[in-house]
């Protein structure tokens, strides 16, 4: 396929596509990205030979890949290496228990799929997502979750199905869990890197060198924790450097000089907006829309703290929002925290620090119907992830009857919510409406589902649909065949 793509692409008729002169006509250009963007989607489902490929195939040599809040790979080489800590395998003589962290299997949602402009394709993916692998139990993984919702944008090179820079914006849900992953204890992080860079890449005298500076961070951080910048992958701090201790297994050469005290990745970008945060509040970083890749700083109060004076860059000092009575909160989204006697925000809200009180995350939905048996044990009201529910009724974005409000597989292991999952054979969920793409007359009623489904020619959950021969479904399934007669 991706030979004959090359192939289209090389056309020598010149056509005029977002103010540039193609050898490509726009309808077949579009074409041409769209199979790039579910091969790209789908590179990590594979082995490390294939990821390596498509990684080859679908870059550019300036590629940029920017996992907002974790981390940003510029160029190809550095790009392809984000990937190889997913594979339990490796072409480099290292040790893969070290090197290997999890593993992603990533569906790409096409119904969510926008073309903002010519060259820019967003949409989003959902990911089954695996983390710190348990090596005597193979195939075992101390966390395990699926339903991982990421909102990704591609950039295309001009008149060319080669992606430029890649931007994804992950799961709120699943952000601490990767941070997590990158903490270990300073002695471990300090004796591989003096192992791992040597020679002209050596960054310390000693292992007390380093482990004298990585302390000095964290006592930095336990001192003053208001001033710490959001984004510990990406900030000046011993997770952002166990981060590229990992990746200096396969290219020392450009992870090593990461590792440093005067590291040019492990920067503190929040200063000096949050270089003076006051006592009880902490630093956050807000994105303009899902391509900003430069986040904006500002101090903020810490729940149950509201900024009793306001500067430039936020909070300037920050005061507690006293309680003896949850009316005092804005009940019933806040409540009084008996034991501290300030307001508090129940779970799935977001506290306001400068007005006080709770309200739902950017995107989300206020719901009041939350049924009384759940995994997490939520109650009502709460905030409603978008396509998330933990009832039918909660599925507005598609018709009653072809939708189900059910466990990902696997589950979610992150958050409190099911999702909106279409019944057999339609297309779409979560957020987009449930369509048949067989058409109208392949949709029939299932009495297995108590609902619409979308079946194929032979295929069946009932007799009836078979005319006068039965249908067959095996016992782990829905959708079964029509026996023959």
């Not at 056309?11 to 091969?39: E, K, W």
Request: aromatic share 10%.
């Amino acid at each position: 396929m991706w030979i004959a793509l090359l192939g289209v692409l090389s056309s020598t008729a010149l056509v005029v596509h977002g103010g540039t002169t193609c050898a490509t006509d726009p309808v077949t250009l579009r074409a041409a990205r769209l199979n790039a963007t579910r091969a790209y989607v789908s590179r990590l489902n594979f082995d490390l030979a294939h990821y390596i490929t498509a990684s080859d195939r679908y870059y550019t040599e300036d590629t940029r890949m920017v996992l907002r809040g974790i981390g940003s790979f510029d160029t190809l080489q550095v790009a392809k290496e984000y990937g190889y800590v997913l594979f339990n395998e490796s072409t480099f003589a290292i040790d893969l228990h070290e090197l290997f962290q999890g593993k992603l299997f990533q569906v790409l949602d096409e119904p969510t799929i926008t073309w903002p402009d010519d060259d820019t394709v967003q949409f989003w993916q959902t990911a089954d997502v695996k983390l710190a692998p348990i090596f005597d139990q193979p195939g075992q993984f101390r966390l395990a979750s699926g339903g991982v919702r990421n909102y990704e944008t591609l950039h295309f090179e001009a008149c060319s199905d080669r992606i430029r820079s890649d931007i994804v914006v992950s799961d709120r849900a699943i952000m601490p869990i990767y941070t997590a992953n990158n903490e270990i204890d300073i002695g471990t992080l300090c004796t591989r890197i003096m192992v791992r860079c040597t020679g002209d890449l050596q960054q310390y005298d000693s292992v007390a060198h380093c482990m004298a500076f990585m302390q000095s961070l964290d006592a930095r951080q336990t001192a003053h924790p208001e001033s710490a910048c959001p984004y510990r992958l990406t900030s000046n701090s011993t997770a952002c450097r166990s981060f590229h201790t990992t990746n200096a297994l396969v290219d020392p050469a450009v992870h090593c000089s990461h590792t440093a005290i005067n590291s040019p990745k492990c920067v503190d970008t929040c200063l000096p907006p949050c270089a003076n945060c006051p006592a009880h509040s902490h630093c956050t970083g807000t994105y303009a829309n899902a391509t900003t890749e430069v986040a904006v700083y500002a101090c903020a109060c810490d729940d149950g703290y509201v900024a009793g004076s306001v500067g430039p860059n936020g909070a300037t000092s920050c005061v507690p929002a006293t309680c003896t009575a949850d009316w005092q909160c804005g009940a019933p989204y806040g409540f009084c925290d008996t034991a501290t006697n300030r307001c508090g925000c129940p779970y799935t809200f977001e506290w306001d620090p400068i007005n006080g009180g709770c309200h739902c995350p950017t995107d989300y939905v206020l719901t009041w119907d939350v049924p009384a048996t759940n995994t997490f044990g939520l109650t009502g009201p709460a905030c409603k992830p978008p396509g998330g529910c933990l009832a039918r009724q909660h599925c507005t974005d598609q018709s009653w009857n072809r939708v189900q409000c059910a466990a990902t597989r696997p589950p979610s292991t992150v958050s409190a919510w099911l999702a909106c999952q279409c019944n057999p054979g339609f297309v779409g969920g979560w957020t987009s409406p449930c369509e048949c793409p067989l058409g109208a007359s392949r949709v029939f009623w299932s009495s297995t589902v108590q609902g619409e489904v979308c079946l194929a020619d032979g295929e069946c959950t009932d007799d009836w649909h078979c005319g006068s021969a039965s249908c067959t479904v095996s016992s782990s399934a829905i959708v079964g065949t029509c026996a023959s007669l």
